[in-house]
């Protein structure tokens, strides 16, 4: 199948026509969570993104295998081979076994998605389940001459791979920059040949709790081996789309790509895509800052920095709402921004069942609605373009009101398509969803009970209908008065009654 999607390929620094290695089928492995705190925003966005690239591939007809891991093993506090590691430190302080806390914020993740409308992937392979795979990645680099052991750890030798290969293609670092970067670094002295190299497996001090038996150490791998083993396993020795947030380009993705090279002689990845990150203040938000607002107090509003709470799907709009290469700023203005938006978008979608079809189109409308599906279709081949579908959906949005008011009239094909194309792009390839307002994280209410709640109203509002009708003026007022008293808003229009629950 031919396909007009053009993505951005961090590798080669430039947009390329996606081109399976073979097609229907596509390979594509994401960079999960290191399972030791709850989400925040940062999370949030690689998973959406690559949610929006999940949805869409499978709308083009592709048979996508999508793998994303979660790092339970626990990486250590700095991308150096040093520290503590996150997961055993976190269990240490909480007096729990380490997969206690990994289960733990897992399931969290794992909620906070669900919420966020995230679909999970096809494989989610857990780094602690991999070791023997980790530890064959690591044997074929040492019998390849690209490795060493040093006291029973391995450490990746940068030197013997820049001979042959080219370390930092990724990332654009030459390996005299890299050197010059890691000569004030003291982790590892004595053990490292040259202190750019980085572990493949470190021998487990004394009081490192999670630890497994190798020919070279009872330890644990190096941060960057599980996605390369765990890549190679599900996906095979090449594969279409690796993805991540920007951070991780250097060093994790770079040494990936050393990793496959050095095992198997040839690369792993055809495409590398990277979302960019989501700042506060122009700074990183993460909790190695120390500046991350998690899901959870996005949904409840407890956060200093949170003017109020956020529904999930304002969230993924306000991430929507960015190119994913682009740098998104934190701010309660650009949040109720999306909140607005998100509002304007699922009520004129809603408002699709109240038009009437009139005989023929007006002109004006014809062209909107016969344009709407291409100009769409046209943004999201152009690497996945959110922002310029979005203002289209809203144009269109325009549309709809003029309609709903009667300011312009449409026939039933053209409804018909409208009808199907907002659908098709607002929910199924953008993936939001008309359950919005209380999150259903906060208030424990699953999409299905808010389906349910909004039936119960539309009841409602049916029998003061009936009311009015029947000319019983104090039934249909008193129904209205104890629906604005339960804070709802009801208007009145020629087509009948609508209703929206206030913020």
Same mark, same amino acid.
């Given at each position: 199948?031919?396909?007009?999607?053009?993505?951005?390929?961090?590798?080669?620094?430039?947009?390329?026509?996606?081109?399976?290695?073979?097609?229907?089928?596509?390979?594509?492995?994401?960079?999960?969570?290191?399972?030791? $705190?709850?989400?925040?925003?940062?999370?949030?966005?690689?998973?959406?993104?690559?949610?929006? @690239?999940?949805?869409?591939?499978?709308?083009?007809?592709?048979?996508?295998?999508? @793998?994303?891991?979660?790092?339970?093993?626990?990486?250590?506090?700095?991308?150096?081979?040093?520290?503590?590691?996150?997961?055993?430190?976190?269990?240490?302080?909480?007096?729990?076994?380490?997969?206690?806390?990994?289960?733990?914020?897992?399931?969290?993740?794992?909620?906070?998605?669900?919420?966020?409308? @995230?679909?999970?992937?096809?494989?989610?392979?857990?780094?602690?389940?991999?070791?023997?795979? +980790? +530890?064959?990645?690591?044997?074929?680099?040492?019998?390849?001459?690209?490795?060493?052991?040093?006291?029973?750890?391995?450490?990746?030798?940068?030197?013997?791979?820049?001979?042959?290969?080219?370390?930092?293609?990724?990332?654009?670092?030459?390996?005299?920059?890299?050197?010059?970067?890691?000569?004030?670094?003291?982790?590892?002295?004595?053990?490292?040949?040259?202190?750019?190299?980085?572990?493949?497996?470190?021998?487990?001090?004394?009081?490192?709790?999670?630890?497994?038996?190798?020919?070279?150490?009872?330890?644990?791998?190096?941060?960057?081996?599980?996605?390369?083993?765990?890549?190679?396993?599900?996906? $095979?020795?090449?594969?279409?789309?690796?993805?991540?947030?920007?951070?991780?380009?250097?060093?994790?993705?770079?040494?990936?790509?050393?990793?496959?090279?050095?095992?198997? $002689?040839?690369?792993?990845?055809?495409?590398?895509?990277?979302?960019?990150?989501?700042?506060?203040? $122009?700074?990183?938000?993460?909790?190695?800052?120390?500046?991350?607002?998690?899901?959870?107090?996005?949904?409840?509003?407890?956060?200093?920095?949170?003017?109020?709470?956020?529904?999930?799907?304002?969230?993924?709009?306000?991430?929507?709402?960015?190119?994913?290469?682009?740098?998104?700023?934190?701010?309660?203005?650009?949040?109720?921004?999306?909140?607005?938006?998100?509002?304007?978008?699922?009520?004129?979608?809603?408002?699709?069942?109240?038009?009437?079809?009139?005989?023929?189109?007006?002109?004006?409308?014809?062209?909107?609605?016969?344009?709407?599906?291409?100009?769409?279709?046209?943004?999201?081949?152009?690497?996945?373009?959110?922002?310029?579908?979005?203002?289209?959906?809203?144009?269109?949005?325009?549309?709809?009101?003029?309609?709903?008011?009667?300011?312009?009239?449409?026939?039933?094909?053209?409804?018909?398509?409208?009808?199907?194309?907002?659908?098709?792009?607002?929910?199924?390839?953008?993936?939001?969803?008309?359950?919005?307002? +209380?999150?259903?994280?906060?208030?424990?209410?699953?999409?299905?009970?808010?389906?349910?709640?909004?039936?119960?109203?539309?009841? @409602?509002?049916?029998?003061?209908?009936?009311?009015?009708?029947?000319?019983?003026?104090?039934?249909?007022?008193?129904?209205?008065?104890?629906?604005?008293?339960?804070?709802? +808003?009801?208007?009145?229009?020629?087509?009948?009654?609508?209703?929206?629950?206030?913020?």
């Amino acid at each position: 199948m031919e396909s007009r999607l053009v993505i951005y390929n961090t590798l080669t620094r430039q947009k390329e026509r996606f081109e399976p290695l073979h097609a229907p089928n596509v390979g594509m492995y994401v960079c999960g969570p290191t399972v030791y $705190g709850d989400p925040h925003l940062g999370h949030a966005r690689p998973a959406i993104t690559f949610d929006l @690239v999940f949805r869409y591939l499978r709308h083009l007809g592709y048979k996508v295998r999508y @793998v994303r891991n979660i790092t339970d093993v626990g990486h250590l506090e700095h991308d150096a081979d040093e520290g503590e590691d996150k997961i055993a430190k976190k269990a240490r302080l909480e007096q729990l076994e380490p997969m206690e806390i990994a289960q733990y914020y897992a399931n969290r993740y794992h909620q906070y998605m669900d919420a966020l409308n @995230v679909l999970r992937p096809s494989i989610e392979p857990l780094a602690s389940g991999h070791i023997i795979e +980790q +530890q064959q990645l690591v044997q074929q680099i040492l019998d390849n001459g690209f490795a060493y052991e040093s006291n029973g750890s391995i450490y990746f030798d940068i030197e013997a791979y820049n001979k042959q290969y080219k370390y930092g293609i990724l990332s654009g670092r030459s390996l005299e920059n890299i050197k010059d970067a890691s000569r004030d670094n003291l982790d590892g002295v004595g053990e490292k040949r040259n202190q750019a190299d980085f572990a493949l497996w470190k021998k487990a001090q004394p009081e490192h709790i999670m630890r497994w038996p190798s020919p070279w150490s009872d330890g644990f791998p190096g941060w960057h081996c599980e996605c390369t083993a765990m890549g190679r396993k599900y996906l $095979g020795e090449q594969f279409d789309i690796h993805g991540g947030g920007l951070d991780l380009v250097f060093p994790h993705h770079e040494c990936e790509i050393a990793q496959a090279q050095a095992s198997m $002689g040839h690369p792993a990845v055809k495409y590398w895509m990277h979302n960019n990150m989501l700042t506060i203040n $122009g700074q990183k938000m993460g909790k190695s800052y120390n500046n991350f607002i998690t899901l959870e107090q996005f949904f409840t509003g407890d956060h200093p920095l949170l003017e109020k709470a956020y529904s999930p799907m304002t969230i993924r709009f306000f991430v929507l709402s960015a190119h994913y290469r682009g740098t998104v700023d934190f701010s309660n203005e650009a949040l109720v921004a999306a909140e607005r938006g998100l509002e304007k978008l699922l009520n004129a979608i809603a408002d699709l069942s109240r038009i009437q079809v009139s005989p023929e189109c007006d002109p004006e409308t014809e062209k909107v609605v016969k344009s709407l599906r291409q100009k769409c279709y046209d943004a999201m081949n152009d690497d996945l373009a959110t922002p310029q579908v979005i203002s289209h959906l809203f144009e269109a949005c325009t549309t709809i009101n003029k309609l709903v008011d009667h300011k312009a009239t449409i026939c039933a094909d053209c409804l018909k398509e409208l009808k199907e194309v907002m659908h098709l792009f607002a929910f199924d390839i953008l993936g939001l969803s008309m359950v919005n307002g +209380q999150c259903s994280m906060a208030n424990g209410a699953s999409a299905a009970r808010e389906e349910a709640f909004g039936k119960v109203v539309d009841m @409602v509002l049916a029998l003061r209908a009936k009311a009015k009708a029947d000319k019983d003026w104090a039934t249909s007022d008193k129904i209205r008065d104890e629906l604005a008293a339960a804070g709802f +808003q009801v208007k009145d229009t020629k087509d009948g009654a609508t209703w929206k629950l206030d913020k």
